[in-house]
Nanobody
Framework: QVQPVESGGGLVQPGGALRLSCEVS????????MGWYRRAPGKQRELVAT???????NYVDSVKGRFTISRDNAKNTVYLQMNSLKPAHTAVYYC??????????WGQGTQVTVSS
């Protein structure tokens, strides 16, 4: 079990950008597909972007063209570049493995608030 540590959230105006980071300790990171998730107010946590160990990415339709997921295996870190942010993107963002098995902990997440 490894605990992700997210950072980089904050308050941003509509149209702004943020870059989230997530560090996951251990060698398992390099062989694992990773994902960014979010929990918006009053909603369940959802998977928004994934990146395979080889770099192949996938996104939910609502963030395509705005969000970019990337990874640096040398730093055990996965990133989420978020551009052209809208109030609807307000949520707590988490990272974790693409497949979260029972007992795998979640980090505290990082709050993203898009508001004027």
């Amino acid at each position: 079990q490894v605990q992700p540590v997210e950072s980089g959230g904050g308050l941003v105006q509509p149209g702004g950008a943020l870059r989230l980071s997530c560090e996951v300790s251990g060698s398992i990171f390099r062989i694992s597909a990773m994902g960014w998730y979010r929990r918006a107010p009053g909603k369940q946590r959802e998977l928004v972007a994934t990146i395979a160990r080889g770099g192949t990415t996938n996104y939910v339709d609502s963030v395509k063209g705005r969000f970019t997921i990337s990874r640096d295996n040398a730093k055990n870190t996965v990133y989420l570049q978020m551009n052209s942010l809208k109030p609807a993107h307000t949520a707590v963002y988490y990272c974790n493995f693409q497949v979260v098995i029972r007992g795998q902990p979640w980090g505290q997440g990082t709050q993203v608030t898009v508001s004027s």
